[in-house]
């Protein structure tokens, strides 16, 4: 029976390897499964508190924690594995270590039956709620799976006196250790914390031992701990949410489907219940059998069952082993529901809004379902227990049948089916053989890059022809550039909100404000991928004019020029306040040499010049419009774009010189009103005038082109019918219009289509008609874009029924990529016997004028600024030195801002701390000499190198005394 | 005979209260402060059962069993709503249960 045991255990541990059978070379990989392509660097980005690596730098504390989980992967590598099997050992490893740690939990409580162990750690390991952690490689929940079992065994252990305290002490470094990776989410570590010491109250006669262990794991996980703690009370608020350490608070939409119900049967993904309007799963497409097919309803039931039996029907020597498990279990599935009714409530009321920080919980399927499966694999193992003391070959029978039936009810774990192979954006991976050139080329060019690449095109989530999906860019992924990306987790980040104005650049073809732009994001190169599937626009060729490297379907290009790149450090002496602030980001592209964009509210800084940005009166009523979008209020107004205003307020008189920004300026027949001096390629710039404080506006004419031919219908019929039906010219007053009259035709119904002449998707048009209904159905314009047989938006207007004319006018914004657009004015389809008669008339579509004008105060006197050189580190330590200053000036370090950067200078103390470029550190420096030497340093690194300190201690006190414990027992 | 009778005296006391429950339900009383929901009843008749009917532990635990098979059931039906209202009333069982469970460990004579 025992060898039996080991070798179904065995058997068991290499499930991992079962996923892979079949499929050389691919690696489970993609989405949030983060599987390394350079596991070297991975592990070594782990090693520092910052991360540099994507989008201008982040606070990696919490990352910090998957150092040990991501050593498992780098020791295969470095004894030359590939990565297919690198990333199996590391599957197997963590596999393995959960289902161990389980049996031997099992085996402490079932001593004498090995059967009854197996049985609860396949129950614990093998269950729809592992589904998901092993389909995205969850490092936090792998690690609070494992630790779960391994504490609570060597608690048991230890208040049975079956294990030593200097045993139990060295065994809680080397746990600690193994779990370490519930840091990354440290509401993980909060949940195991909750439940140590529920055991170790419950189990009371450990108690003091408890504490030790306890302090054991927080003292080796203070290398993640200590900067973590020092991140989330520094920046997030006790009823904050996580927003601000990237990510969105969405516990509401993750409960959904947390009823108690689903809850008890491990049913509570998200994604299970996610179905289109054909009624076929979008992610999860083994999730219809758990819902429609009896036997897997029935056996959902019956784990839950045999568990609650437990609690009727058990040895009593396993009293304080069922409260454990009851009140973890009630726990569990309490919390579990999340905001769920009926319980839910409470959790919202209670939790959420008065206990602090309980907002880190923002996944509370995901994090407190542990519980459950620990509470059902120990009481499935207990009620059998005392069965097979009454009959035990029923008890065993029964075991068996519970074994096989759970391994057959999770078949998708078993079998690999949760990396979902049928589907097209499933988790099996086989990377091009141009991914690895691409990384060989990126290693050995890292250090001749002088700054990040920008990847393009800019779709949040990247996906690639050959199947694989990611949120963060590729280039993370297999290796350690510096890359700039749209974040899919951190939409609210300043830097986002540049990189957006990056690629709308780029993807208008404003070339010279793209460059400038990047030029300050210490942008070097950009990354085309011409393999991921995106609507955005193909990258200007203009911009292609200098590639540095082509691997298949990847091209680098150098971008921009090598003037306009700003060094990672520089030093600046003239400061531009950005009025307003919140728009600083397109005012970034109209700086010059050295100058910096500053907060005009900044306490540290004052703005030498100035950079307004003017209201736009077209931009005013569309913003007015989508305000009210939904009312008919909205329509009916007659609009004219024939003039564009601009609005602004000066502060200081002087002389300011208006910039137009000139994208698209061609599709308008614009009077100025002011002095060209010159154009460039994004910009025209007026001459310089002077304004006293005070509003101003500023007025253009436009004279506005109906972009539709003949929808006046003055000059014949220059549309296109949809479908045979009668159409209708009528000549009334000097004045020509259309009448549809549409009796019984439907699918396509009647319609006059246009077609929009010069359509561009980067603007946005005002789409106006006048209109009659005679009688049938209600009147409507349907705006088609389209691209082939592919349609990117089609927007129905249905207009208020008015037996009069009626003017009727609504905006209408395509969707961003290359395309056409058709209006059509439809006769819609009406059962009666006379049908549907509309008499349309001066369709007329124009542009909306969404140009900024800036008013750049342009006398401004600054000296030179200092010359500046600088060594890279490590990712938290930059040093340099600073020669020729001839005054106070500004050295600016272009990572993303945090007050934890510190200047060190044993020559220049006097420097203060202030964001600059909107996203940038930037200190002031006062009083400094000629030449000078300084540090900059993300201070929390030290926290690291602390928790480090504290380990190696801890790791060393532990060893030493099992040494001096083994000794003692000896003599 | 007494004590039967006694018990039998608790039983209508206990039926009467849940009745006068959904009386002040089916009247609205307490509204919209504190509607009288069944699963409020539920909780009610729990905790009255407990201390009138001197339900123990094992009472109510083998109670949220039956109830969690008729909530199989009703899943098997495709009844999901019924399901997961009998859920409810499960967790709220096992939790008075699981109470009970730690009071008589800890305080037993036993």
């Known amino acids: 029976m025992k060898l039996l045991t080991k070798i179904i255990l065995i058997g068991l541990c290499l499930i991992p390897v079962i996923w892979f059978v079949g499929k050389p070379g691919i690696l489970i990989d993609g989405s949030d499964t983060n599987f390394p392509l350079d596991p070297a660097g991975w592990f070594s980005r782990r090693l520092y508190v910052w991360n540099t690596v994507s989008n201008a730098g982040a606070d990696f504390s919490a990352s910090t924690a998957g150092t040990v989980f991501h050593l498992i992967q780098v020791l295969p590598t470095l004894l030359g594995f590939s990565l297919q099997v690198t990333e199996i050992i590391s599957l197997v490893f963590w596999f393995s270590a959960i289902l161990l740690s389980a049996f031997f939990l099992f085996k402490t409580v079932f001593p004498d039956k090995p059967w009854l162990s197996l049985l609860s750690a396949s129950i614990y390991a093998i269950n729809p709620y592992m589904f998901n952690t092993w389909e995205n490689a969850k490092v936090s929940n792998i690690a609070l799976v494992l630790a779960l079992p391994l504490f609570v065994n060597l608690v048991i252990r230890l208040n049975q006196k079956k294990t030593s305290l200097g045993k139990g002490l060295l065994l809680s470094v080397l746990f600690g250790l193994l779990i370490s990776g519930f840091g990354i989410n440290p509401a993980y570590f909060l949940v195991f914390a909750i439940v140590f010491w529920l055991s170790a109250l419950v189990f009371y006669k450990s108690l003091w031992k408890s504490v030790l262990v306890f302090g054991i794991v927080l003292a080796v996980n203070s290398f993640w701990i200590l900067p973590t703690a020092r991140f989330v009370f520094g920046n997030i608020g006790p009823f904050g949410g996580l927003e601000k350490i990237g990510y969105t608070n969405w516990i509401d939409s993750l409960s959904q489907n947390t009823s108690l119900f689903n809850v008890l049967r491990l049913q509570g993904a998200w994604d299970w219940y996610a179905f289109d309007s054909s009624g076929t799963p979008t992610y999860i497409p083994y999730a219809v059998n758990y819902f429609y097919r009896a036997p897997f309803i029935v056996f959902s039931l019956i784990i839950p069952t045999i568990a609650f039996l437990a609690f009727v029907l058990h040895d009593k020597k396993h009293r304080s082993l069922i409260l454990f498990l009851g009140l973890i279990l009630l726990l569990g599935a309490f919390m579990s529901a999340g905001t769920h009714p009926p319980t839910g409530v409470i959790f919202k009321w209670l939790l959420v809004k008065r206990l602090p920080f309980f907002s880190l919980f923002r996944s509370p399927w995901y994090i407190f379902t542990p519980l459950i499966i620990l509470a059902y694999s120990g009481l499935t193992a207990i009620f059998l227990e005392k069965l097979s003391l009454k009959k035990a070959k029923i008890a065993l029978l029964v075991s068996g049948i519970v074994f096989v039936g759970n391994l057959v009810y999770c078949y998708p774990l078993i079998t690999g089916k949760i990396f979902r192979p049928a589907m097209a954006d499933n988790f099996y991976i086989r990377f091009p053989s141009y991914v690895f050139e691409a990384q060989k080329w990126l290693k050995s060019a890292q250090q001749p890059l002088p700054g990040r690449i920008l990847s393009y095109p800019p779709d949040e989530i990247e996906r690639f022809g050959w199947g694989y999906n990611g949120i963060d860019s590729i280039l993370s992924l297999l290796s350690s550039v510096d890359v700039l990306f749209s974040p899919l987790n951190a939409p609210e980040f300043t830097t986002a909100s540049i990189l957006k104005e990056v690629y709308h650049y780029l993807g208008n073809g404003d070339v010279e404000a793209a460059e400038n732009l990047a030029g300050r994001m210490n942008i070097a190169a950009i990354f085309e991928k011409n393999d991921q599937n995106s609507l955005f626009f193909k990258l200007p060729e203009v911009v292609k004019k200098k590639k540095l490297a082509e691997f298949g379907p990847w091209s680098f290009y150098s971008f921009p020029i090598e003037a306009k790149i700003k060094p990672r450090i520089y030093s600046s002496s003239v400061t531009v306040s950005a009025f307003p602030y919140v728009f600083a980001g397109k005012m970034l592209p109209l700086l010059s040499g050295e100058e910096i964009l500053v907060n005009p509210n900044d306490s540290i800084i004052k703005g030498d010049g100035q950079i307004i940005l003017a209201q736009n009166s077209q931009v005013n009523e569309l913003a007015k419009y989508e305000r009210i979008a939904d009312t008919t209020d909205s329509r009916i107004v007659d609009r004219k774009l024939d003039e564009v205003k601009f609005i602004f307020k000066i502060k200081d008189q002087g002389s300011y010189q208006p910039i137009l920004e000139r994208s698209k300026l061609d599709k308008f027949d614009i009077d100025f009103n002011l002095e060209v001096e010159k154009y460039t390629q994004s910009y025209v710039y007026f001459k310089p005038q002077d304004f006293e404080p005070g509003e101003h506006i500023l007025t253009m004419r436009i004279r506005q082109k109906n972009l539709v031919d003949g929808g006046s219908f003055e000059s014949g019929e220059k549309f296109k019918r949809m479908n045979d039906s009668v159409y209708k010219f009528i000549y009334e007053n000097g004045n020509t219009f259309l009448e549809i009259t549409n009796k019984d035709k439907s699918a396509p119904e009647p319609a006059a289509s246009f077609m929009v002449n010069e359509f561009d998707p980067a603007l946005t048009y005002l789409i106006k008609i006048k209109y009659k209904r005679i009688f049938g159905n209600i009147p409507q314009l349907d705006a088609i874009q389209s691209k082939g047989d592919v349609t990117y938006q089609n927007i129905v207007e249905r207009f208020p029924i008015i037996p009069e004319w009626q003017n009727y006018g609504f905006f209408f914004k395509p969707v961003f990529t290359d395309s056409i657009l058709k209006v059509n004015l439809v006769a819609p389809f009406i059962s009666t016997s006379f049908g549907t008669r509309i008499q349309y008339d001066d369709l007329e579509v124009y542009p909306l004028f969404d140009n900024n004008l800036f008013l750049v105060k342009s006398d401004i006197n600054f000296s030179a600024s200092p010359q500046v050189e600088f060594k890279k580190i490590s990712p938290v330590l930059y040093e340099g030195s600073v020669k020729g200053v001839k005054g106070n000036h500004m050295v600016v370090f272009s990572e993303n801002y945090s007050p934890a950067w510190v200047w060190q200078s044993a020559q220049v103390k006097n420097a203060r701390h202030f964001t600059a470029n909107l996203y940038a550190n930037a200190w002031y420096i006062e009083g400094a000499p000629q030449n000078y030497k300084f540090k900059l340093y993300y201070w929390p690194q030290s926290l690291r190198y602390l928790g480090l300190l504290i380990l190696i201690v801890t790791i060393s006190s532990a060893l030493f005394f099992w040494i001096y414990e083994k000794r003692l027992r000896k003599s | ?110």
């Open chain 2, 1 to 110: 005979m007494k004590k039967g009778l006694e018990k039998a005296d608790k039983w209508v006391v206990f039926n009467v209260l849940i009745m006068l429950a959904f009386l002040l339900r089916s009247a609205g009383y307490f509204a919209p402060y504190l509607p009288i929901t069944v699963n409020m009843i539920v909780i009610f008749a729990l905790c009255l059962s407990v201390y009138l009917l001197k339900a123990n532990s094992r009472t109510l635990l083998i109670f949220s069993i039956l109830l969690w098979l008729f909530a199989g059931i009703l899943a098997v039906l495709k009844i999901p709503v019924w399901a997961e209202r009998t859920a409810i009333y499960v967790f709220e069982s096992l939790v008075l249960g699981v109470i009970l469970l730690t009071w008589e460990t800890m305080f037993s004579k036993q």
